[in-house]
Structures are given as structure tokens and as C-alpha cells.
């Protein structure tokens, strides 16, 4: 008995949550939760599959490494030079006369030691140097590149105002989107191939904040926002500042944003680093608005609002704070947003229209329907009231997957739907498994307790082998699936461990009960 008390808890504690997630769903207002997310299929919306053009960010970065060996070339009086681009990733230079190869060489020690030498050559007083870039440093480039589009496209279809949109990545350089629900496509795809704005503007520390809410916003200045969202409670908050409308400084000067550990603190911060411009208007905002605050704008949107504690020299700053490792990951990615944009090419577009979406819900809820009719008919007839056990486990593990997909955030597909049909006959197969089990043990005489636990031993194993290899297939398939597949593995997994408890733990707390609580002395099967 105080077995079968503790999987009727176990029962009621599974049935009790799966029914909480599943209110919002049914009615929002029951519980603040989100709702069960309805696949591209289901509502409608478009399918982009995007490629950044990493090797373009290769490209810009050689190219404005060349750029800056010419200017400092000129700088220090380094005269018979050619520096030029070739191919997009290998820059080659020619310098003619001892001392300006002297020059050249301390320079290319001090300044871009970074660079990797391809081949060193010299005819005469003529050196010919041919360099690139490290490996690992032009992977850090392209999976900076493809990070930065990422956030860029995420930042466009935040403000685009398309709820519940899938943005990920897919390999080193490809982004799959879909946004559901979406109906002007064309304005979507301009409004993705845009370039992210970056500006650092001077918060307006005189004007009235309350006031410039009310609308009485100063000439010159705007009100723009802070949106946090806690990690863990998921509120959004808005926090408005006062800015001044002209830039003090732009993305376009912005070189480089990395993630460092401060050494002293062992606290993670964000080194951003400018170009030799960007660094000298940096260098003149910095004196003139010392204990004055800067806000980091994107898209009209602040992200960090530090004060200026003293003069930056170097074209190099730090941006510190309580961040952990990932969200000083995430603001370098955002400060470079603009940096050096990549291009993106979509390689893949579909669009779905709503009224396929409603046609493709109806008719799954409708073969759902049919399906499990028919399949309660069945064991009805057949095994009469034992039947009627594994119905009712039947309707419990369709409880369990839908309240498995709301607590998860799965998106449920139409696939998904497939899955779910095709968990319905899984559900019951288990089930008779183990009733033409508990009918052999009866034909041999045995009593109906006897019956049922060799019914249920012998059938166990079984079960446990043809839903184990079922669920490490759907695992593969939501592995390296994609899309539909995906969205059938899903629910196929979600499926076969539902249909585990129920048919082995839920139906057998039935029998139980009925022979030692109710003493049954005949089963109905």
C-alpha cells in the first residue's frame, strides 16, 4: 500500500504540472505563461536561410591593416614604398633603400607583429615581403563576423515586432530565420539587409528627463531607452535617458570589441579599440566630458551609459561592470555591430500564408481526432474494460506531451502533429502488449493478481527495448535534423517517454487499485 501511494503521488504530481503549463495555452489569463509555440507551417510567416560573407570580413580587415601601413609609412618617413592588397587576404610590400628597410622592418616589429610572415625576399637593396593573417585569427574574424549579423538581424526584428521569431545559427556562417505570424515579407528582407547604427552620444544632463517624457523634449535632444531584461524572471525593463541627437562619435571608427579578464579583479569587461580618427575624436570627448556620461547607441536603443572618468588616449578603451562572461560577450558583439559588416546572402526563402497555416491546424486536429477515435473504439471493444485503463492512459499521455511542449518552449509543427498521431498508436501497442500477456497468464489458470504482475514482468523488457531504440532515433533525427524533422523528433521523443509512464506506472496503479483496494476478483480483458 504505501508503494501504490507513492506512485499515485508521483501520478497526480505529473498530471497537476502538465495541466499548469498547458492553462496559458487554453487561456492566457489563467496563467501568465507563454503558450505552446506554433511552428512556421502552423501560423504562417517566412523562412530565410541567410549566408554571411565571412570572407568579405577577411577582406576589410586586410584592407584596413594595408591602409594603415601606408599611413604610417608616411608618418615615419618611409619613402620608396608599395603596399598593396592581393587576392583579399595577403598584403605585399616592396621597399626600396637600406634605411627605409630599416624603418619598415622596426615598425613591422612594433606595430603589426601580429601578422604572419609568407615570404621575405631581397634583391639588391629591394626587400619584398609577402604576409597574412594567422588562422586562428581569421577565424576569429568570421565567427565575429557571422555573431555580429546575428545580433544585427536580431536587434531589426526586435523592433520589426514579430512575437516569437526563430533566429539561430547554423554552422560557421549560416542563420536560419523564421518569423511567424509575419505578413510583409518584402519590408522583413529590406529591413534585415539593413546595417546596425552604432553612436556614442552625450547624455543631456540639463534638461528635464520627466519633462522631455511628457513631450516637452529641449531642441537638440531625444529620449531614448534602456531595455533589460532579467535572465531570470524575464521582465523587461525600460529605462529612458535624455541624449543629445548628434553623435559624438559613430560605429564606422569602431575596430574591434573583445571580451578581457581583468587580472587584478579576475572580472570579465569589454576592450573596444578604435581607428587612429576614431581614437582622436575619442581622445578629445573624453577631456572635454570628464564625470559626464556617454550612452552606447544601436539601433536607437542604449545599451550602456558609463560615466567618463578621465582623459582616453591610445584610440582604446574598457567598458567594465557586473557582467558575467556571457553578457560582456554579448555587448562586444553589439559595439561592433557596424564595425565591419559582412555581406548576407539569403540562400533560402519560403513564405507560408496564414490561411495554409489555419488549413494545416485543422486538418492535423482533425486526423488527431479520427485517429484516436478510432483507436479508442478499438480497445474498447477488444479489451472491454481493460480497455478502457489503457484509454484513459491514452488521454493522459497526450496531456503529458502538451504540457511537456509548453514547459519546454518546443515549437510544435505540423510533423509535430505526425508525431503525435504516430504516439497515439505507440501509447496503445504497449498496452497490448501487456494485456495478451495477462490473457496468456489467465488461460493457464492463474489468479487475476498473479496474472497481472507476470503480464507485466514478462511484457517490461520488451517494451523498454522497442520505445529505448524508438527514442535514440528520434534524438538522431532532432540532432542533426532541421526544420520538420526536427519538429517530428520532438514530439515522437516527447511521445515515447509519456507513453512509457503511462503504459508502465499509470495503468498498473489502475490494476493495483482495483485488485487491492477494490478486491477484483474477475478482470474484464
Known amino acids: 500500500m504505501k508503494k501504490l ?14 495541466i499548469i503549463f498547458i492553462l496559458p495555452t487554453i487561456n492566457s489569463a489563467l ?27 577577411v577582406a576589410s580587415t586586410i584592407e584596413q591593416i594595408t591602409q594603415d601601413i601606408r599611413s604610417m609609412n608616411r608618418q615615419k618617413r618611409i619613402h620608396n614604398s608599395v603596399v598593396k592588397q ?11 633603400n637600406q634605411e627605409n628597410i630599416d624603418k619598415f622592418e622596426a615598425l613591422l616589429d612594433k606595430e603589426f607583429r601580429d601578422m604572419r610572415i609568407l615570404s621575405r625576399s631581397r634583391e639588391n637593396e629591394i626587400l619584398h615581403i609577402r604576409m597574412d593573417l594567422p588562422d586562428t585569427e581569421v577565424n576569429h574574424i568570421k565567427n565575429l563576423a557571422t555573431g555580429q549579423a546575428l545580433e544585427t538581424i536580431r536587434n531589426r526584428i526586435d523592433q520589426f515586432g514579430v512575437s516569437e521569431p526563430d533566429i539561430r545559427r547554423q554552422g560557421e556562417k549560416r542563420i536560419l530565420i523564421q518569423l511567424p505570424g509575419i505578413k510583409d515579407t518584402q519590408r522583413a528582407k529590406d529591413l534585415i539587409g539593413k546595417t546596425a547604427l552604432l553612436e556614442f552620444k552625450l547624455l543631456d544632463e540639463t534638461g528635464n528627463l520627466d519633462a522631455a517624457l511628457e513631450g516637452n523634449v529641449p531642441p537638440g535632444s531625444e529620449v531614448l531607452f534602456q531595455i533589460q531584461e532579467d535572465s531570470e524572471t524575464r521582465p523587461v525593463q525600460k529605462t529612458p535617458y535624455l541624449v543629445k541627437k548628434r553623435a559624438a562619435l559613430t560605429g564606422k571608427y569602431l575596430t574591434d570589441a573583445r571580451v578581457q579578464i581583468d587580472s587584478q579583479y579576475n572580472e570579465p569587461y569589454v576592450s573596444i579599440k578604435f581607428d587612429r580618427k576614431g581614437g582622436r575624436i575619442f581622445e578629445r570627448i573624453t577631456e572635454e566630458n570628464v564625470k559626464k556620461r556617454l550612452a552606447i547607441v544601436l539601433d536607437k536603443s542604449i545599451y550602456s551609459a558609463p560615466v ?16 558575467t562572461t556571457e553578457e560582456a560577450r554579448d555587448l562586444a558583439i553589439v559595439l561592433r555591430a557596424g564595425a565591419l559588416p559582412a555581406p548576407v546572402n539569403i540562400l533560402e526563402e519560403r513564405t507560408v500564408g496564414p490561411s495554409l497555416g489555419s488549413d494545416s491546424i485543422r486538418k492535423g486536429i482533425i486526423s488527431m481526432w479520427v485517429g484516436g477515435i478510432l483507436v479508442v473504439l478499438f480497445m474498447m471493444i477488444y479489451y472491454k474494460g481493460a480497455g478502457l485503463i489503457a484509454d484513459l492512459a491514452l488521454i493522459l499521455n497526450i496531456l503529458i506531451i502538451a504540457g511537456a511542449l509548453a514547459a519546454f518552449q518546443a515549437t510544435l509543427t505540423l510533423p509535430g502533429i505526425a508525431g503525435i498521431i504516430l504516439t497515439i498508436g505507440m501509447a496503445v501497442d504497449a498496452n497490448v502488449l501487456i494485456f495478451e500477456r495477462i490473457r496468456e497468464e489467465m488461460n493457464l489458470g492463474k489468479t487475476p493478481r498473479a496474472s497481472v504482475d507476470a503480464g507485466y514482468n514478462r511484457a517490461t523488457l520488451t517494451i523498454l527495448d522497442a520505445n529505448v531504440t524508438t527514442l535514440i532515433a528520434a534524438l538522431v533525427l532532432f540532432q542533426f535534423g532541421t526544420g520538420p524533422i526536427k519538429g517530428f523528433a520532438v514530439t515522437l521523443s516527447l511521445g515515447v517517454l509519456a507513453s512509457l509512464f503511462t503504459a508502465l506506472i499509470v495503468t498498473r496503479l489502475v490494476f493495483d487499485y482495483l485488485l487491492m483496494n477494490r478486491r477484483v476478483k474477475r478482470l474484464s480483458i
Open 308 to 323: 567618463i572618468q578621465e582623459k582616453i588616449t591610445g584610440g582604446e578603451a574598457r567598458i567594465t561592470g557586473n557582467f
Open 31 to 57: 496563467w501568465p505563461y507563454k503558450r505552446i509555440n506554433l511552428g512556421l507551417d502552423l501560423q504562417g510567416g517566412m523562412h530565410l536561410v541567410l549566408e554571411v560573407d565571412t570572407d568579405k570580413a
Open 5 to 18: 501511494s507513492w506512485k499515485l503521488a508521483i501520478v497526480l504530481g505529473v498530471i497537476f504540472t502538465a
Open 86 to 96: 592581393v587576392d583579399g587576404t595577403t598584403i605585399e610590400v616592396e621597399i626600396q
